[in-house]
């Protein structure tokens, strides 16, 4: 299994303090250090399962906008975005939880006109007022002639937002654009005439889930 990069020393660090615990318990003969150290293993593990990053394969193509985030969608809303979209548009949100994969991905191919990050609140990302009120990054991509805004938003654990994207750069649908550590939300916005294919309540995957089919023009 391969990890994310920016996980790397958080996995190494979370390794050697159980390392260092198992160590004092051997030395020390005690039980209770021994549980300690059995505990310390767990959150080792669980840290590197977070930061974990497997290959994503499924549809393809100018037309599907894929899931960017692993999750479950917790509103599908009509909103005016003037940002990027300049108009209506419908809000897909995803919300993750500290088990999900946190590796984010391409909902779609094309150029990078819109990059921005905003400082906020750390809300809870499944709220409505954290999309407005939550530290957050928007990346805008032109696909054709349509536009498609995905943005990460930050939650109550979540309090880093790491973002690769630059304006300019040529993104391909389904390939890993960031990450956001320890639970968080990833809203993807459509034009309002794209058919959905995803419900409230459903699970998604990165880069496999179809969220919707844009309309052709």
């Keep these: 299994m391969s990890f994310a990069k920016e996980g790397l020393l958080f996995i190494a660090v979370a ?3 159980a390392l260092a615990a198992f160590a004092v318990a051997l030395n020390r003969q005690s039980w209770p250090l021994w549980l ?3 505990l310390l293993t767990l959150v080792a593990l669980w840290v590197a399962y977070f930061f974990r990053d497997p290959e994503r394969t499924g549809d393809r193509g100018e037309r599907l906008v894929v899931a960017p985030a692993d999750g479950r ?15 209506r548009a419908t809000r897909v949100s995803i919300f993750m939880n500290v088990f999900n994969v946190h590796v984010n991905r391409y ?17 809870n990302a499944a709220i409505e007022q954290a999309s407005l009120e939550n530290e957050q990054a928007s990346v805008g991509i032109e696909a054709g002639t349509h536009r498609i805004l995905v943005r990460q938003i930050a939650g109550l654990i979540a309090r880093r937002i790491v973002c690769y994207s630059r304006v300019g750069d040529q993104a ?6 960031g990450l956001i550590r320890f639970g968080s939300r990833v809203d993807v916005f459509v ?9 409230v309540g459903e699970t998604t995957v990165a880069g496999t889930t179809v969220l919707a089919e844009l309309p052709a023009r």
């Design 15 to 17: 390794a050697v303090i």
């Design 36 to 38: 300690l150290a059995f």
């Design 73 to 87: 969608v917790v509103m599908i809303t009509e909103v005016d975005e003037p940002v990027f979209m300049h108009g």
């Design 107 to 123: 909902p779609v191919s094309g150029t990078v006109q819109y990059v921005n990050h905003a400082e906020g609140k750390f809300l």
């Design 172 to 177: 391909e649908q389904g390939a890993r654009f």
């Design 191 to 199: 034009p309002p005439d794209a058919p959905l294919r995803v419900k």
